[in-house]
């Protein structure tokens, strides 16, 4: 058996689940593996390896991140040698004839749609953190290489522990036939949780519990629970203290977590270092580090500094000298040699790089990372500490998920080294025990696709395999898989609501009895009531809207409802048309927005009056004195305020409607009251079950649906030969030469580059402008601002201009055609990105991208000049203009430079 001889290599026993998965693919099946972080599936993605090569076949493994191929990449070279190991991330191509070739999960998805000669004698594909096709971005890309890849590859699916396995492994047996699914719920390495309240450090469980029976429900440590109890009383009797008085002053370290050196030093006493410190921002990991350096803490000793320096010049030695100093290097170099570090997608990847591999060499023993390091990269503490349970999602700031805590405390206890993990969270108040207890206890981490055809891949699935089959393929997705499994609960209460309305039908005399039609006529009064209602309240709030856009700064106005009441000067206007939310200052002192809820009638100036030119509404003095200015205008607010005519009451269609009602014969019939009711129910119940018929015909066929819309407007377009749009024949559809080029591009405004590239939208452009132009295609900025930098030459203005322009009108096809939106291009980047192809200097170009007076971080300013490069590349293999492939050639050359070719793996 294969097994043994794999087994004989290795260092340690195989524990059950990898024995079990191992002999699963010995046996011939594809497997899904679900088990926790650190507890050891790559094992089972190297045995997929080992059989390939014994067999003399090929073995690809997939990775989600850049990052993590480079790594396996170092660990299969370290294994089988250079020569029978290559590597595809995009950026970088070495060996790719290889028997083992480690890559992105894209770059697979590519192959299988360019069906890429590399794929021949590829018997074994490892996918690693399968569950990244969840990931509402790129997600896609996971499901695509699922249903693309030949039924005699065997797959080898890793993930993360996900609380809906058997579902997914019964889609993949679906579409992929024999597949093993092996779920592990055992970490390796087991996690004690504990909460830090100022320097003590309690468990989060009562553990002896626990100890004498591993089955018993867990419960919150009480010597935890008295302690915070007393803290928060000793906390209320503060409050009522003056400040700096009382036991240790109201704002004082009762309420606050120790500093973060503090908090360091304190794990060092209890040997629970190395550690990583999750903070949900870039600017806090920084803050951090920063903080830790102006304290004493050193973590390292002088062998262990001269070793890092070594390192650090290994990784870093080729940066430019004269960009060291903007990269913020020296404060980075002594933090590393303190054994302190940030780790985050701002950083330069040299950077981030160099962090990793002393963490990993337990040179480094403290982390600041946000949660990104969770995702996926080998980095695991003895400890992890969480600052906070909340967290920017990029909305809104929500509390951590149980998924999530699961996630970020994963990476406590490192297998083979620790004998346990160990997570603390900082408590802070407004923490509870059973809170953090709750996380830290539940294992729900569910996956749900994030599958949708794109432009691309209908193109692709189009020149693959005709329109019926796409379909097939479509419908044959996790995505639908899932979308129909809710739909049979949906369907069943269906035919439970037809039973019980043939039954009310029956007891009003059946369709064609005459109370049946009185029924339906009193439900055709009450829904043109509820539709003028619904008018009436749209008008009324538009109305509303209208009248507080117009107001002028210094206008009196009366509030004609709720607390505010009264009359109120206007400080500050609001112009947005669909909430406006004026600044007010109360005749009763209160200031404050105000909006359209406020004013069942519009509002209207009453008067005016003369307003300083800066008005501190913060301060009570200030709202005294306009309060009291307010009330000596002399202005008074309406006793009565005008109410709006319901526009029920001069409807002709309702008019004629309850005159029908009322000379209806069951109008007057004696038993008109009971009968109603039946009726009413019967409505009511037809009304829920037609919305559930709704639901069920928008989520049936709901991906085939779309790509029906997708064709049609590509077929309008030029990219597809229209045979029978959204019809199912086979081969109903052929692909253009625009649309071989669209199948080419891999980007999120993929049509939009290929509209720009086949109207000769980038046309005439120098290298660096096409460098400029092609950004919009792909930079984000993080927050929404407007520099009013259309870019820096006359033909980058135009070229752009040219570019909204296409995008504008292809977004009004997609309004059409009910499909999702493609971004508006996105100008931040644009100045930056061209200074920097035409070898400007680096901190030009970071201050040029920046927001509000900050300069973007070394790190996104690499991250989106190699998305620039990629989209060149692919703009340098597809444009039909010899001028314009060749600009892109040259930009490429251009950007790949200094601190964007360093480490560019």
């Known amino acids: 058996m294969e097994l043994e001889a794999f087994a004989a290599q290795l260092s340690f026993p ?14 011939g099946h594809g497997v899904l593996v679900c088990a926790p972080t650190g507890a050891g599936k790559t094992v089972i993605g190297e045995f997929a390896v080992h059989l390939a090569l014994v067999s003399g076949h090929k073995c690809f493994y997939t990775t989600p991140i850049k990052a993590l191929s480079n790594q396996k990449y170092a660990d299969l ?9 290559g590597l595809l991330t995009g950026d970088l191509s070495i060996n790719p004839e290889a028997p083992v070739v480690v890559m992105t999960t894209e770059v697979l998805r590519n192959m299988l749609y360019a069906n890429s000669p590399t794929l021949r004698g590829l018997s074994h594909v ?11 971005f790129r997600g896609a890309v996971w499901e695509e290489v699922i249903l693309h890849l030949p039924q005699d590859v065997r797959l080898v699916s890793l993930s993360a522990t996900v609380s809906n396995a058997e579902e997914f492994g019964a889609w993949m047996e679906t579409v992929r036939g024999d597949t093993e699914i092996v779920v592990d719920e055992v970490r390796p390495v087991p996690l004690w949780q504990h909460i830090m309240v100022g320097r003590r450090l309690f468990d989060l469980f009562d553990n002896s519990a626990q100890s004498a029976d591993p089955t018993a429900r867990l419960v919150v440590d009480q010597e935890l629970v008295r302690h915070l109890k007393q803290r928060q009383s000793l906390d209320r009797v503060d409050s009522w203290e003056p400040r700096g008085r009382g036991r240790g002053g109201y704002n004082g370290s009762n309420h606050r977590p120790l500093p973060r050196p503090e908090v360091i030093a304190r794990l060092d006493e209890e040997g629970l270092l190395p550690a990583i410190t999750f903070i949900f921002s870039r600017a806090g990991c920084d803050a951090a580090v920063a903080q830790c350096l102006r304290s004493r803490l050193r973590l390292t000793t002088d062998e262990q500094a001269a070793e890092i320096a070594e390192i650090i010049e290994r990784h870093t030695g080729d940066l430019p000298k004269h960009d060291l100093a903007v990269l913020g290097y020296w404060e980075w170099r002594e933090g590393l040699e303190r054994g302190i570090a940030g780790h985050h997608a701002g950083m330069l990847p040299a950077f981030r790089h160099t962090v990793e591999e002393l963490f990993v060499k337990g040179l480094v023993r403290a982390v600041f990372a946000t949660e990104t390091l969770a995702l996926g990269i080998n980095m695991p503490a003895r400890t992890v500490v969480l600052e906070r349970l909340v967290k920017y999602n990029g909305e809104t700031h929500a509390e951590l998920t149980p998924g ?19 997570a603390v969270v900082l408590w802070q108040p407004g923490v509870e025990a059973t809170e953090v207890a709750g996380l830290a206890s539940t294992r729900t981490f569910p996956l749900r696709s994030s599958f949708k055809p794109s432009y691309n891949m209908s193109i692709n699935l189009i020149d693959r395999m005709g329109a019926a089959e796409s379909r097939s393929l479509l419908e044959s997705s996790f995505a639908q898989f899932q979308a129909d499994r809710s739909v049979v609960g949906m369907v069943r209460a269906i035919e439970r609501d ?39 309240r749209t008008d009324k709030r538009q109305e509303a809207v209208s009248s507080l856009t117009s107001l002028r700064r210094g206008d009196v106005i009366a509030i004609p409802v709720g607390r505010r009441s009264g009359l109120a000067v206007v400080l500050e206007t609001d112009t947005d048309q669909k909430d406006p939310r004026p600044l007010v200052l109360t005749e009763d002192k209160w200031a404050g927005r105000i909006s359209a809820a406020d004013f069942p009638t519009p509002a209207k100036a009453l008067g005016s009056m003369r307003l300083p030119r800066h008005v501190d509404h913060r301060t009570g003095r200030s709202r005294r004195d306009l309060a009291s200015a307010l009330r000596s205008t002399g202005i008074v607010a309406p006793s009565r305020f005008s109410k709006r005519k319901s526009p029920a009451a001069s409807d002709r269609e309702l008019a004629t409607l309850r005159r029908a009602m009322r000379s209806h014969p069951c109008h007057t019939d004696p038993d008109r009251d009971r009968l109603s ?5 019967y409505n009511k ?13 928008a989520t049936t066929n ?11 407007l590509l077929g309008e377009r030029g990219y597809v030969e229209a045979g029978e749009l959204g019809g199912t024949a086979a081969g109903g559809h052929g692909v253009t030469e625009h649309g071989r080029r669209l199948s080419r591009i891999y980007s999120e405004c993929d049509l939009l580059v290929a509209e720009c590239l086949r109207h000769g939208t980038w046309k005439g452009l120098g290298p660096a402008e096409m460098a400029a132009v092609v950004s919009a295609m792909v930079y984000e900025s993080r927050q929404d601002s407007d520099t009013g930098d259309r870019g820096p030459t006359a033909p980058i203005r135009h070229a752009l201009g040219l570019t909204v322009q296409l995008w504008s009108a292809l977004r009004v096809d997609e309004v059409r055609h009910k499909l999702p939106l493609t971004r508006e291009p996105d100008l931040g980047f644009v100045t930056a990105v061209y200074k920097w192809a035409r070898g400007e200097p680096l901190v030009d170009a970071l201050l040029a991208a920046g927001d509000r007076g900050q300069a973007l971080s070394a790190g996104d300013f690499v991250r989106w000049c190699r998305q620039v490069i990629d989209l060149l590349d692919q703009v340098h293999m597809t444009a039909p203009d010899a001028e314009v492939r060749g600009a892109a050639s040259k930009a490429v050359a251009a950007i790949r430079r200094g601190v964007v070719a360093v480490d560019a793996a």
């Open 77 to 85: 070279v370290e294994r089988y040698g250079k020569a029978s190991v």
């Open 14 to 27: 195989l524990d059950d689940f990898q024995a079990e998965s191992a002999r699963a693919l010995e046996a």
């Open 126 to 136: 490892v996918m690693d953190e399968v569950h990244y096709l969840a990931d509402r």
């Open 677 to 681: 009711n039946i009726g009413e129910r």
């Open 685 to 697: 119940l037809a009304r829920e079950t037609e919305t559930l018929r709704q639901k069920v015909a």
């Open 702 to 712: 709901s991906l085939a649906r779309t790509f029906d819309r997708i064709l049609r």
């Open 498 to 536: 037809e039973e019980a309305l043939a039954k009310l039908r029956d007891q009003l005399g059946g369709v064609d009895g005459e109370f049946f039609e009185y029924a339906q006529l009193r439900e055709r009064v009450k829904a043109r009531e509820r539709q003028l209602e619904r008018q009436g």
């Open 404 to 422: 999530e805590y699961t996630q970020l405390t994963g990476r406590a206890g490192r297998r083979g080294i620790d004998v346990e993990g160990h």
